[in-house]
């Protein structure tokens, strides 16, 4: 049996081109989520996993990899623990299919092949920012807030007839980062006069 799993991140996308190629390929049954792949819980996952039959030639068709994934390892884990119970895994779009020893090295290798991108990146990444600290670039956000905007809130915050949350929205910044630039807020105004 061929158990379809559709998935869209939100309440605002539509599953209906999943579907119908899930239903074309000649998926029996077909669950649909409304949630983040990032979500480990996915409840209708679960419930196409429980659906599938170990040792039964059933087989989870997905439209595209990352709608049963959002990362490599969550979806090596999941396509693992379906063959160690004997359910296949195929997915439309990359032309996947673990039901053959062919599919199965074609998934490995891909899988191979994302993992080694994912490393060409990374070191890419830390190589750029150790060439970037090297000629004096810091990396990261600015503060949200300047010595200038420090000062200014400084003096505003003297005024006890100003609230902390109007000196935030005076500065454009939310009240956690103020707090978070003056620790203790207007009670470090009285420890340095």
Sequence with gaps: MLIGYARVSSQHQNTDLQIDALKKAGCDRVFVEQLSGA????P???AALDYARADAGDVLVVWRLDRLARSLRQLIDTVEGL???GVGFRSLSESIDTTSAGGR???HVFAAMAEFERAVIRERTRAGLAAARE???RGGRPPALNQKDLLAARALLADPAISVEEVARRLGVATSTLYRHLPGGRSLLGEET
């Design 39 to 42: 979500l480990r819980d996915r």
């Design 44 to 46: 209708q996952l679960k």
């Design 83 to 85: 063959e160690r119970r």
């Design 105 to 107: 090295l074609v998934f």
């Design 135 to 137: 000629r004096g670039r």
